[in-house]
């Protein structure tokens, strides 16, 4: 199976930031960060600031989603906080009650090397990249691992043929029933994969640009079993559906709701089949005796039966569309990027400085949130280079249902950087709690404050601390308003700082692989969010993955679900679809028990 671009050799470059007058004549702005290479008992002494264009803010509401309870804002005075500057300009707009619309929904191409950039100029050929504006909410990442292996197999399956083999792939996560991403090739969303609650495994819908592909050389031969052709229309094409009537040619081995390329005259696209070949070769034999004393429906009935919907279909040639012979690696990607990379990192760096530095706060301890995921992965590695000479823990909070190659990168991470670490264990509270009231769901996830609050209490004895944290404010809209520093109200004494609130996922990785940091293998894996394996919130998606990469941790959850069921009342279907995972359906689940046909009511003691 294919797998991501190989990587390639090169250097490391370790920069060092200046303090302001540290070095006399030193342009501000110009010097380029040290970045530490472990994370010892680390003493800060005194830096400067953010500058104006990353000044610090506080919030006293909380950015988190946890449940409501005690609020915590001891040790925080309003002179305290009239210390810290306004918070900083969101630069994203909210559209309707749940929606938010961020500006920075755009990326660059970059057409001389054929990658990516977060910054319009590339930093190997110098050239200006394309404008890509992105779906929203925009926090595209580069596929790895599994994707590419995922990738591979639907292309396979639909057009046994994979333009998309080894190149440098972007996903971009959008609004759907489940886990939907958007394909970026070549600066092109070339197609979407999608996962379906209904079949339990992802569907691949190439975009107009992207069927151009399979249409041209060397994929069209191989590609040919799935293309339909349509007579002649009176009528244009685009979105409509299409009847048995029109049809010329319907290739065998096409099943229902599967995508197919269409040829209509000039016109090529794609678009979705409503039957499988064998109904329309049944159809097509039902019309041939339509005239016989045999047929049981009219000729006006078949002809009016629906085969097909066309999604979209052009005029433009196919090889309008072709991919560059370029073939860049992830180096390469890096290396183009490699000064905005930079930049962002000193920005950050300088966000944790100018917080831990405020006069009220150079006493207070300093801990580092650490999940195993990516993001708090970055905070800890900007931590270990901003805070040289200021001690700092890594904490991890120990779930008891986090993946366990989560809990092994954690402890392994920060034993090979000789960084503080502080695991903070729920142990079993989980499993306990699970026998005395039913198991949490999106609409009520208990398992925040059991797992994860009561032990996030004991942190720092109830005294004032500052909490560095990776949550950043693209990932969900519950997090979008998160302001540089926040006082957590569920926690005593807690300022969390935010260094990277407003990175996306493609910076977040470009740190990464620019520091060449080792990082959950988990990614690699399928999974786009690594959290406890059995999160009711995770995609269903990420779900089916789990109970692939460990199913020994899927028997016991099943095992749990299915008794649970039999005492709900409702089906092992209910379960498999993940009905489970809300208390009160939403019109999407309601929808798909309805075409499932699943029984949705439980029990009255339910």
């Not at 090889?319 to 073939?327: H, R, V």
């Not at 100018?354 to 195993?372: I, T």
């Amino acid at each position: 199976m294919s797998r991501r671009p190989p990587m390639q050799k090169n250097s490391k470059d370790n920069y060092r930031v200046k303090g302001r007058g540290e070095q006399k004549g030193q342009k501000a702005g110009k010097e380029a960060p040290k970045y530490a290479k472990s994370g010892g008992n680390n003493q800060s002494g005194n830096s400067s600031r953010s500058d104006g264009s990353n000044k610090s803010g506080v919030n006293n509401k909380s950015g988190g989603s946890h449940s409501s309870g005690k609020k915590y804002t001891d040790g925080y005075s309003a002179k305290d906080l009239g210390k810290l500057s306004e918070s900083s300009k969101k630069d994203f707009k909210k559209g309707g009650s749940n929606r938010v619309h961020y500006d920075n929904d755009f990326i660059f191409w970059c057409r001389e090397c054929n990658l990516p950039l977060i910054g319009e100029k590339c930093g190997v050929c110098g050239s200006n990249g394309d404008k890509i504006t992105l779906s929203q909410p925009a926090d595209v990442r580069f596929a790895q691992g599994y994707d590419y292996d995922l990738i591979e197999k639907h292309l396979l399956d639909l057009f046994s043929c994979n333009p998309l083999k080894n190149r440098v792939l972007l996903l971009n996560k959008i609004p759907g029933d489940d886990q939907t991403m958007e394909i970026i090739a070549d600066g092109r969303v070339v197609g979407m994969l999608r996962f379906d609650l209904k079949i339990l495994d992802f569907v691949f819908e190439p975009t107009l640009e992207g069927s151009k592909l399979f249409f041209n050389e060397p994929y069209n031969f191989a590609s040919a079993e799935r293309v339909v052709k349509i007579g002649k229309a009176k009528a244009h094409l685009n979105g409509k559906n299409v009847t048995y009537d029109l049809i010329e040619e319907f290739p065998s081995g096409i099943k229902k709701g599967e995508t197919v390329l269409i040829v209509s005259g000039n016109l090529t696209g794609y678009g979705i089949s409503h039957a499988d070949s064998e109904d329309f070769y049944r159809v097509k034999k039902e019309n041939e005796s339509a005239s016989s004393a045999m047929s049981t429906k009219s000729d006006a009935e078949i002809k009016a039966a629906q085969i097909l919907k066309v999604k979209s279909i052009t005029s433009d040639d196919p090889s309008s569309f072709a991919l560059s012979d370029k073939m860049p690696t992830m180096d390469d990607v890096v290396a183009a990027n490699k000064d905005y990379i930079k930049a962002l990192g000193k920005d950050a760096m300088n966000t944790i400085k100018g917080a831990v530095n405020l006069k009220d706060n150079k006493e207070k301890p300093v801990f580092v949130s650490f999940s195993g995921g990516k993001d708090s992965l970055v905070v800890l590695d900007l931590a270990a280079s901003a805070l040289v000479h200021r001690p700092f823990t890594a904490v991890f909070l120990n779930t008891g249902i986090d993946y366990p190659e989560t809990v092994e990168f954690a402890r392994s991470y920060c034993e090979s950087r000789n960084i503080p670490f502080e695991e903070m264990s729920a142990g079993d509270d989980f499993w306990k709690t699970l026998k005395v009231q039913n198991h949490p769901t999106k609409d009520s996830r208990w398992c925040c404050k059991v797992c994860k609050l009561n032990s996030s209490n004991r942190l720092g004895d109830g005294k004032p601390h500052l909490s560095l944290d990776g949550k950043r404010r693209q990932e969900s809209f519950m997090r979008s308003k998160i302001p540089t520093m926040d006082i957590n109200p569920n926690v005593e004494g807690q300022l969390n700082i935010f260094p990277i609130r407003d990175w996306r996922a493609i910076e977040v990785w470009l740190y990464i692989h620019w520091r060449k940091l080792p990082y959950n293998s988990l990614y690699d894996n399928g999974l786009e969010r690594i959290g406890c394996w059995m999160c009711p919130a995770a995609f269903q998606a990420e779900y089916e993955r789990m109970k692939e990469i460990h199913p020994e941790l899927a028997d016991r959850w099943e095992t749990y679900l299915t008794n649970w069921a039999k005492k709900a009342g409702v089906s092992d279907a209910y379960v498999k679809h993940g009905f489970w995972r809300w208390e009160q359906l939403p019109p999407k689940m309601i929808k798909l028990a309805e075409e499932l046909n699943i029984d949705i009511e439980k029990n009255e003691s339910f």
